[in-house]
C-alpha cells in the first residue's frame, strides 16, 4: 500500500532527526495504562500506526497509537518514561521509500541511516538545493523488498533549519 505524508521541516541545522517525526511536547511517565500523549503535530500518523519513542541516540520503546484526539495529542500505552523533546518515529515495514526536497531551500538535504549521520558518516544520499521554481531534488531507495523489507526507523535526515521536503512510501 502506498503511503503520503504532510510536508516535513527540519527543526535543527545539522541535527539529524528520524525522516518522518514528530516531538513530544511535555514529559510522560511509564503507565500499564492508555494515556494522552503531546506531540508537536499528529497529522500523519494513523490509529494502529506502530511508533517509537526515543531521544534519538537510543531506541527507547516501540509502542502502538491506540487514538488520535486532536491534532496535537495521540494516545498510546507507554510503559517507560519519556522527556519533553523525545522524537516520536513512525516504525514499521516499508518496501521502497521516495523523499523530495522543496524547491527553493536554503542548503543540501541529507538521508542517512543512523541518529549520528553526518555529511560524511553514515550518509546514503545527498539532496542538493535548487532555486525556487526549479525541478527539486530526490532519494528513491528501490532496494528494500520482498523478505528483506527495510523500515522507516531506519532513516533519518539533517539540513538547515526549516529547510523542507516530503516523503512517501510502499509498506507491507
Known sequence: MKRTFPQQTITTTNTPQPLFSTTLTASIPGSS???????????????????NLSSGTVRSEDVEILAIADSTHITAVALKPHTNGDFVSLYFPLSNLYVQTVSGNSGSLFVGNSPLMTAALWL?????????????????????????????????????????????????
Not at 495504562?33 to 500518523?45: C, E, K, L, N, R
Open 33 to 51: 495504562s492508555p494515556q494522552s500523549i503531546a506531540v508537536t503535530s499528529s497529522v500523519g500518523f494513523k490509529v494502529r500506526d506502530r511508533i
Open 124 to 172: 546514503i544520499a545527498e539532496l542538493t538545493k535548487v532555486t525556487a521554481g526549479s525541478q527539486p531534488t530526490d532519494f528513491y531507495d528501490a532496494q528494500i523488498f520482498g523478505a528483506n523489507p527495510g523500515s522507516l526507523i531506519e532513516y533519518w535526515v539533517y539540513g538547515t533549519s526549516t529547510d523542507k521536503y516530503t516523503v512517501s512510501l510502499s509498506y507491507c
